[in-house]
């Protein structure tokens, strides 16, 4: 796929916030905040649409999302109706869903036509377009145009007409795409999390039922450096986020090159639960974990679409979705091991960890809004940062590298 040229209010854009990038990057005792219009800007947002969600690895699911054969999972990533499906073989599949008659979606929206966004995925031997119902098999090939022998044999259709196939690569049960067939593999600058996920058998692990967020009033960016910094933890989630205090919170180091942001906070004890009812574990911790796993909780980031929580005895998976500056739908996984699932009382204890989740969610949902909200300000800050907040820095590292290589190579 052809890269898409930036427009020139776009790079102007994008020229103006990299003349004002000083001290973004430094170590956090001086660094400054990114400006305000990385956060707020549509012609900076027409910039990094291409500039990052065209070019760089965007996770999109799980493996286990779509079990079985002819498991077919809708999904819309910057405006492009997409299917992620496991073909008759058994293969995981990502294709363009957009009919190639007239254009119309296969599906249409986040959820597909009829569907809940939060329903489980659909299943079939094809796919069918509801406009004319030409129909595509599960490798992408037209198996059916009624009313098209009158103008073109459909044998001949057939010979040329296929779902447009997207790359993609599975890395621990978690697919991503990517639009940029020029792009490096998947691979390069995650081994410290290939290294954590090592122990995780995150590919054999039962999702739950997704939770849908829609329209959420907040820059994408935001919402990583929310959920990765523990510093709001003590005052937003007060008497929720106790068992993994930010006093516990430890940073790494962060490279060029590097293509995760993550770190651990320990547990108050090994027995804890991060936003369980009464602050103990309710389920089995997932097996093979090393005792150093055991004992905390990682918070990483594979930017710009997937933000995870590991913890002991579970993994959350957020798909981030933007739509544009100040808007994303937002998909979370929660993923635990067969064993556990199949455990008497699960599914109540899952119920009440959920009830006592949704009071998190709720709370960052109301703060990262008014963030935004914030940044829109002529008075906007850009620091400083308590040395909670070490992975901001961090992620502006990671977003300048590729705003810098993006300009350089579209002038």
């Known amino acids: 796929m052809t890269k ?126 509801p406009y004319h119902n030409w129909t595509f098999d599960l490798e992408g090939r037209l198996a059916a145009a009624p009313s098209m022998t ?67 009033q907040w820059n994408w960016k935001i919402h990583h450096d929310n959920a990765l910094e523990p510093y709001h933890t003590s005052y937003v989630h007060r008497g929720v986020h106790e068992a993994a205090p930010a006093k516990n919170a430890r940073f790494y180091p ?46 990483a980031s594979i930017p710009p679409m997937l933000f995870s929580i590991l913890q002991p005895t579970f993994v959350q998976l957020a798909f981030i979705y933007p739509k544009g500056p100040g808007s994303f739908d937002l998909r979370r996984v929660n993923l635990y091991p067969k064993s556990a699932v199949e455990e008497p009382g699960f599914h109540e204890a899952y119920e009440k960890f959920m009830e006592r989740k949704a009071l998190a969610i709720h709370q960052d949902a109301v703060t990262t809004a008014a963030l935004q909200q914030g940044l829109r300000s002529r008075f906007a800050p850009r620091g400083p940062l308590s040395w909670m907040e070490s992975n901001i820095p961090q992620l502006n590292q990671w977003l300048i590298e590729r705003y810098r290589k993006a300009v350089t190579v579209d002038v």
């Not at 209010?9 to 170590?27: F, G, I, K, M, N």
């Not at 296929?162 to 991503?176: A, C, D, K, S, T």
């Not at 995150?202 to 039922?209: R, S």
């Not at 547990?267 to 097996?287: H, M, Q, Y």
């Open 4 to 129: 898409r040229p930036l427009s020139r209010h776009a790079l102007e854009a994008a020229r103006r916030v990299l003349a004002d990038v000083e001290a973004c990057t430094d170590p956090v005792a001086t660094a400054r905040l990114l400006p305000p219009e990385v956060y707020t800007g549509q012609d900076f947002w027409e910039f990094e649409k291409e500039a990052i969600f065209g070019r760089e690895w965007l996770c999109i699911g799980h493996v286990n999302e779509i079990p079985e054969p002819g498991d077919q999972l809708p999904l819309t990533v910057l405006d492009e109706p997409i299917v992620m499906l496991r073909d008759q073989a058994g293969d995981v599949r990502v294709m363009s869903a957009v009919c190639q008659h007239r254009g119309q979606p296969l599906f249409g929206g986040l959820a597909g036509e009829g569907r809940d966004a939060a329903s489980p995925c659909l299943n079939g031997k094809v796919m069918k377009c």
């Open 150 to 216: 009158e103008t073109v044999p459909v044998n001949r259709l057939r010979e040329t007409i296929r779902l447009p196939q997207i790359r993609h690569e599975v890395f621990h049960g978690m697919v991503f795409i990517n639009f940029d067939d020029t792009a490096q593999p998947l691979g390069q600058g995650i081994g410290r999390i290939d290294e954590e996920l090592s122990t995780f058998g995150l590919d054999e692990l039962v999702p739950m039922p997704a939770f849908v967020f829609e329209d959420q």
């Open 254 to 299: 962060f490279e060029p090159g590097d293509n995760q942001v993550m770190h651990p906070t320990y547990l108050v004890d090994e027995n804890a639960g991060l936003a369980s009812t009464d602050g103990k574990r309710t389920t089995a911790i997932i097996p093979g974990l090393t005792d150093e796993q055991r004992r905390r909780v990682m918070f």
